[in-house]
C-alpha cells in the first residue's frame, strides 16, 4: 500500500503550501503529487515548495514552464514526471503536465503522446495512477467551467492506458470532485490536496 498526498492550482499561496507541507508529515505519506500550477504566471518560487521532506513528484500546469520543473526538481530532488515515470512497491504513475490553454499549452496529440512515453515503461506494475494538469474531455469535471475545457488526448490515454486512478486539478469549480470515467477513478485533488492510499 502507498499513501499520497496529491493537490494542484497552489497559484502561489505559501499559506496553503506550509498546511500542505505540515499535513504530508502528520499523515507520513509515502509521495507528494503535485498536480500543477504552483505558481501564477512564472511568479518566484521561493520558499513555496521547498517545505516537502517526502518524495516530491511534480508537473507543470499552464501558469509554469517545463523548465521551471526542471528547476525545481533539481533543486529539490522532485521528480518531473511531465513525460517520465515512478515506480514505488507495485505502483507505477506517469504524468503530462501543461493544458490545452493557458500560458504554457500544448497540442492534444502532444498531450497523449507525453503521456504514451510515460506509460511505456509501466508494463511491470500492478496499479498505475495518471497525473495530469487538465482534466478529460467529457468529464463532469468539463461541465464545472464555461472556460476551462476538457483534453481530448488525456480522454484517448485514460481510453487506451487504463489507469486505475488518474489525478488532476486545473478547473477550480471541480475541485473535490470524484468520478468514474471507464474503470478510472478521476480525482480533481485542488488546493486542498488529498490523501490517497492504493
Given at each position: ?45 521561493s ?75 509501466l ?13 478529460p ?53 485542488g488546493?486542498?490536496?488529498?490523501i490517497?492510499?492504493?
Amino acid at each position: 500500500m502507498t499513501k499520497i498526498l496529491a493537490f494542484g492550482d497552489l497559484h502561489g499561496d505559501r499559506e496553503q503550501a506550509r498546511k500542505l507541507a505540515q499535513k504530508a508529515r502528520d499523515e507520513n505519506v509515502d509521495l507528494v503529487v503535485i498536480c500543477g500550477d504552483f505558481v501564477n504566471n512564472e511568479d518566484d518560487v521561493s520558499s513555496l515548495l521547498g517545505l516537502f521532506d517526502k518524495r516530491v513528484l511534480i508537473i507543470p500546469g499552464n501558469h509554469e514552464s517545463v523548465a521551471t520543473v526542471d528547476f525545481l526538481s533539481e533543486l529539490y530532488d522532485f521528480k518531473n514526471l511531465h513525460g517520465y515515470y515512478y515506480k514505488i512497491n507495485d505502483l507505477g504513475l506517469f504524468g503530462c503536465g501543461s493544458a490545452n490553454i493557458g500560458l504554457f499549452q500544448l497540442k492534444e496529440e502532444e498531450i497523449f503522446q507525453t503521456l504514451k512515453k510515460g506509460n511505456t515503461a509501466l508494463n511491470d506494475c500492478k496499479k498505475k495512477i495518471m497525473v495530469t494538469h487538465n482534466h478529460p474531455s467529457g468529464s463532469l469535471m468539463e461541465r464545472f467551467s464555461k472556460f476551462v475545457p476538457g483534453s481530448e488526448g488525456i480522454k484517448k490515454a485514460l481510453e487506451e492506458f487504463k489507469p486505475d486512478l488518474m489525478l488532476c486539478s486545473h478547473a477550480h469549480e471541480a475541485h473535490g470532485m470524484e468520478e468514474m470515467i471507464g474503470n478510472t477513478k478521476v480525482i480533481n485533488v485542488g488546493k486542498e490536496g488529498k490523501i490517497i492510499e492504493i
